[in-house]
């Protein structure tokens, strides 16, 4: 026998056709993880607009409640 058993090669071969066989699914794959880090590259952009600070919220004073008084 060699390195590689009957089960070693029947599992490379498998390997070899998830990865290489039919229309192209490594491509698919390297393809979805692109769009993966393009959309996150556009969410770390920051937008001029966003990045002004917010108005400061103005406090609210409560009406007294005349019934505990």
């Not at 026998?1 to 290489?20: D, E, K, R, S």
């Not at 959309?39 to 108005?55: N, R, S, V, W």
């Amino acid at each position: 026998m060699g390195a590689f058993g009957p089960m070693h090669w029947v599992f490379i071969g498998i390997v070899v056709l998830l990865l290489f066989g039919g229309r192209g699914k490594l491509s698919g794959i390297m393809g979805d993880a692109a769009k993966g880090i393009r959309a996150f590259q556009d969410g770390l952009k920051e937008d001029p607009k966003a990045a002004q600070p917010a108005e400061p919220v103005k406090a609210v004073e409560r009406p007294k409640d005349e019934t505990h008084s």
